[in-house]
């Protein structure tokens, strides 16, 4: 089963050739509404290719199909793996082969997540595109970014300790840890030493027994001496421990460097029987995905508590 990327990206509206939040969320329910009941031409925008938008509804919610349509003069075949006979696809003047990408409206901000359903299906720009050459929202020139996680390094100051840390730290910045005398500074760097010029991803968990606070308080500052190069890693991330005098303690995932937010998902594409239910998994998959990514999403695009 194949896995795919779910990415997720904030519309915003560009005014003044500068893009800012909406301050409320767009109607898409009404907007695809809308779509579902145009023709094919009108939810049909051509520039450097040729899209077209579908709705798609599932457990009661539409979802948005976007579409490439392949030019008809790209070459296509299929095969017959049992017998190995090559047949030619025509394509006749009423119909097209079309690549799909997935995107739901997530019911916060304005965050969409796509799945695309290949390497040539829409993108993201090919969705902005989309999006301003219907006019969808007449009047509103839309731009479709990427959310990206707010790196959270002030967090460190106020925790306890730390019961996971996940790095991953390039060749380039290896020296840095040349004088920190820390636990993680000396395993990432004994590695170093060990192997050349090489990446290391280090995942360090320290199980929540009650005995073991201490470790937890000693693994939060080995991390706090090394924040500096871990702000500027490929990967870094904690799962941090506050102390509550009147309570048992609390844990808080925190990232601590900036990156698109994404996941990967398996996504079948046929059912038992054969039948195809490859959209049905993509929506599962990218609503999934959101509801595990929830937090970040909203603190990304200051969304407010769930």
């Known amino acids: 089963m194949k896995e795919r ?9 560009v005014k003044d050739g500068v893009a800012k939040r909406a301050t409320n969320r767009m109607d898409w329910d009404g907007a695809l509404s809308d779509v579902a009941r145009a023709d094919v031409a009108s939810r049909s ?38 017998t190995g006979d090559l047949r030619e696809l025509e394509q006749s003047a009423q119909e097209g082969y079309v690549d799909t990408s997935v995107i739901c409206f997530l019911p916060f901000g304005n965050v969409i997540g796509i799945m695309q359903g290949g390497v040539s299906a829409p993108s993201h720009k090919a969705l902005e595109t989309w999006l301003n050459g219907i006019q969808l929202f007449p009047g509103y020139q839309l731009q479709v970014r990427p959310v990206v996680a707010h790196a959270e390094m002030e967090r460190l100051k106020t925790a306890s300790g730390a019961s996971r840390v996940e790095v991953k730290i390039m060749a380039n910045k290896m020296g840095a ?22 990446s290391v991803t280090m995942i360090i968990s320290v199980p929540k027994k009650k005995e073991l606070r201490e470790h937890r308080e000693h693994l939060l500052a080995d991390l706090e001496e090394i924040s500096d190069v871990v702000s500027g890693a490929e990967r870094a991330r904690a799962r941090l ?29 046929t059912d038992g029987e054969g039948n ?28 407010g508590d769930s």
């Not at 005398?181 to 050349?196: C, D, F, H, I």
């Not at 102390?243 to 996941?263: K, Y």
């Not at 998959?285 to 999403?297: P, S």
């Open 241 to 269: 421990v506050y102390s509550d005098p009147g309570g048992p303690e609390q844990t808080r995932l925190v990232e601590l460097v900036e990156h698109s937010i994404t996941a990967k998902k398996r996504v079948p594409a």
């Open 177 to 198: 840890l040349q004088e920190r005398r820390g636990g993680l500074a000396r395993t990432l760097r004994v590695a170093s030493e060990a192997y050349g010029e090489i």
């Open 276 to 303: 195809s239910i490859r959209i049905m998994s993509a929506v599962d998959a990218i609503l999934a995905a959101a509801i595990e990514h929830e937090d970040a999403l909203r603190l990304a695009v200051d969304a």
């Open 45 to 82: 925008f051509e520039g450097d290719s040729h899209m077209v938008g579908t709705v798609a509804t599932y457990d009661m919610q539409d979802h948005l199909l976007l579409h490439r349509v392949k030019d008809a003069g790209e070459w296509l075949s299929v095969v017959n793996w049992d």
């Open 5 to 13: 990327t779910v990415g997720f990206y904030e519309v915003v509206v």
